[in-house]
């Protein structure tokens, strides 16, 4: 992140269709995130030892900038 309020970046998960099941938010609004914008747990585990490893993402995954 480049700063408060920045939205940053994150890995997708490329071909991936639908949503998730849902989650309820402190306020009580129900809320989904697209499989696409998620990861499996293994791949998730991976890009995160990559970013420490370097500070960079990894550059076999891909990435999405929120900006």
Do not use: C, F
């Amino acid at each position: 992140m480049n700063g408060a309020g920045d939205p940053g970046e994150h890995a997708v998960s490329s071909g991936a269709v639908g949503s998730s099941s849902g989650y309820v938010l402190e306020n009580g609004q129900e809320d989904t995130y697209d499989d696409a914008d998620t990861l499996p747990l293994v791949a998730a585990l991976d890009a995160v030892r990559t970013i420490v490893d370097t500070g960079r993402p990894p550059p076999d995954k891909p990435w999405e900038v929120d900006r």
